[in-house]
C-alpha cells in the first residue's frame, strides 16, 4: 500500500512543497516566495499557504519540513535561522498544525540532514548505507548518514562541519573559529579571498568580468571565469578544493565513513573543487582507512530536498 | 540472575584477565607478561594461559578482549597490532577456542573502544549516554561512545581522533597526516618538541634530571619537573594542552557530542594538559554546542579496560 505526504523545503528565498507517493515519489510540487522579511507569522503562514494549494483536498497523513536553523531533539521546533528576521525559536510543528486545522504528524529537520535524507534514499547516496553529506552554498553544511539515518549527536546539533577547523591558527569564521573550513569556502569568504589574490595578478578574464576593482566578484562569476579557461580563477578553486580535502580527511578519520557526498550550489563548481579535494583527502585519512574513500558529486536537483523532507515522515511511519 | 564472563586487556607488556560478575563487577583478576617478542603463537598461549589461572573451572559464559590494532567488523580478528612483531591478521576468537578447547563467544574489540565502554558503565562516563574518549600514551587513541554504545562507522575503524589534524601545514605524525594531533601529543613527539625548546632556554628542574643535553627526556620527566613548579615544563603541557583543546572542538562541532573523558597514562599529567584544553575547546566549539562542554578526567585505573572488555560479552547476552 502506498502512503502520500507532503515535504517542504522552506528556503531564505522561496518554499518548495512536494506532494510526495512512498512508492512512486514526487507526485507534484508547489513554489512560493518565501518573503523572510514580513517575519515569522507571515511565513508560517506562507507554507500553509503553500500546502493547500498543492493539496487542497489535503489527502497527505503527515508533512517533513527541511529548514535552515537548528532544529530541537523533538524535531517540532527550530532557532534562529539564519536570514529569517525575528525568528528566535518557533514550533513549526504546532503553528502549522493550528493553520491546517488538523492534528497530524509533523517533523522538522535541518536542511542539509534533510538533503542528505533525500540524498540516501533518491540520489548518490542510494547505493551507500553511510555517508557524509557536505553542501557548499552560502556557508558550508553537513550531514552525517549512518545506517540510511540521520546521525543527529546529543542534541540533534550533529555535522557542524563547515566550523570544523583545519588551522588552529587560520582565519575566524563568522562562528568565531580559527581555521573553519567556512572561513575558506563559504561564499563571502572566498570571494575575499579570490578578490585579495587576482587584484595583484595581471588582468584576465576575471578581471573584466567582475567590475571595476573586481567589487562584484562572486564565486559564480569566479566559475564563469574558470569555465572560460581563467587559469587565475582555476588556481582559486583548487585552492578552496585542497582545504575542503583536508577538513574531509579529518571527518573520516573521525567517523570511519568513506563516502563523501556534495551537494549545494557552489558545487557547481564541479570537478574544479572536487578534483583537489579528491587528492588532499587521500593525504589526509590514515592509511587504515583510505581504502574506498571517495568523494561523489550529488547530480540530483532541488526536489532532493522536498523528497528528504518527506522521507522523515515516511520513516516515522515505516 | 547474575552472569560471569572474562574481559581481557591485552598490552604490549602484560596480559591482564578479570573475572567479571555481571551484578558485582570484577571479582578477581590475574596478570603475566605478554612476552610479545615471541610472537603471535606464543602470545595466544600466553592469552589462554592467563585465563585458565583466572579460573581453572571455567565457570564463565564468554570472553571480551580489549587489544592494539584495528578490529575487522565481526570483531574477531585484529591486524597490525604496533609492538605485536610478527602478527598481521590473526583470528583471536578461533585461536582462543582452540586452545581453550570450548566453543563460547569471545569477541574482541579495539582497547580504545574497550576503555570508553568501560568508563561508561564503570567510570566517569556512567553519567551520560554519549561521550567522546581520548586515550594519551604513546599515541592518542580515541572512542566514541553514543546511547552507551561504541560507535564503529562502516568497518570498525572509527575514532582516529590521534589522526585528525589541526593544521593542515604542519608537522607530519607516523601516519602521514599533516598536523595530526598526535604528532604534538605524541610521546615522542611531545619529548622532542620539549628538547627543542627547552635546549634553548636556560637551565631549570627539568634540565638537571634529564640528563645530558635533555637525552632522557620524557614526559614522565617532564610532568615530574612541572609538578616541582618549573615554570617551562608547565609550559609546554600548556602548549600540548592547547592543541588538544583545538582538536576536540572540531570532533564536538562534528558529532555534538559534548562530554569528553580523557584517560590513558600521560592523562597524569591531569590538569596541567586538560585546563587549557578546557580553555581552547570553548574557542573552536561554534557557539550553538558550546553548553555542557566538558572535559573530564578518567581517575579510575587499569581494571576499567578489563570490565569494557567483559561489558562486550554483557551487551551481546543482554
Given at each position: ?35 523572510a ?67 497530524l ?6 536542511d ?11 540520489g548518490?547516496?542510494r ?30 546539533g ?96 573521525l ?20 578534483e ?43
Amino acid at each position: 500500500m502506498s502512503t502520500t505526504v507532503v515535504g517542504v523545503d522552506l528556503g531564505g528565498t522561496s518554499i518548495k512543497a512536494g506532494l510526495v507517493d512512498s512508492r512512486t515519489g514526487l507526485i507534484r510540487s508547489v513554489a512560493n516566495p518565501t518573503e523572510a522579511l514580513e517575519g515569522p507569522e507571515h511565513v508560517l503562514d506562507r507554507v500553509a499557504q503553500t500546502i493547500r494549494e498543492l493539496d487542497p483536498e489535503h489527502g497527505y497523513v503527515g508533512i517533513g519540513i527541511g529548514s535552515p536553523g537548528a532544529v530541537n531533539l523533538a524535531r517540532t521546533t527550530i532557532s534562529s535561522p539564519p536570514n529569517f528576521p525575528r525568528w528566535h525559536k518557533q514550533n513549526l510543528s504546532e503553528a502549522l498544525q493550528q493553520r491546517l486545522g488538523r492534528e497530524l504528524p509533523i517533523l522538522v529537520e535541518n536542511d542539509a540532514n534533510v538533503a542528505a535524507l533525500g540524498s540516501a534514499h533518491f540520489g548518490a547516496g542510494r547505493p551507500y548505507d553511510h555517508f557524509i553529506m557536505v553542501t557548499l552554498g552560502t556557508g558550508v553544511g553537513g550531514a552525517i548518514i549512518v545506517n540510511n539515518k540521520i546521525f543527529r549527536g546529543s542534541t540533534g546539533g550533529a555535522a557542524e562541519i563547515g566550523h570544523m577547523s583545519i588551522d588552529y591558527e587560520g582565519p575566524v569564521a563568522r562562528s568565531g573559529v580559527a581555521g573553519a573550513i567556512e572561513a575558506y569556502l563559504g561564499q563571502r569568504f572566498l570571494s575575499r579571498h579570490a578578490r585579495d589574490r587576482l587584484v595583484a595578478l595581471p588582468p584576465s578574464r576575471i578581471h573584466e568580468i567582475a567590475g571595476e576593482g573586481l567589487r562584484d566578484l562572486t564565486p559564480e562569476l569566479l566559475y564563469e571565469a574558470a569555465i572560460q579557461g581563467d587559469t587565475n580563477a582555476v588556481e582559486i578553486f583548487s585552492w578552496a578544493g585542497h582545504k575542503l580535502g583536508c577538513v574531509l580527511a579529518s571527518a573520516v578519520n573521525l567517523l570511519d565513513i568513506r563516502k563523501i557526498i556534495v551537494g549545494g550550489g557552489q558545487s557547481a563548481a564541479g570537478d574544479l573543487i572536487l578534483e583537489p579535494a579528491r587528492r588532499s583527502i587521500m593525504r589526509g585519512v590514515v592509511p587504515a582507512l583510505r581504502e574506498g574513500v571517495e568523494i561523489i558529486r550529488e547530480m540530483r536537483g532541488n526536489d532532493i530536498a522536498q523528497l528528504g523532507a518527506a522521507r522523515l515522515i515516511l520513516d516515522e511511519l515505516a
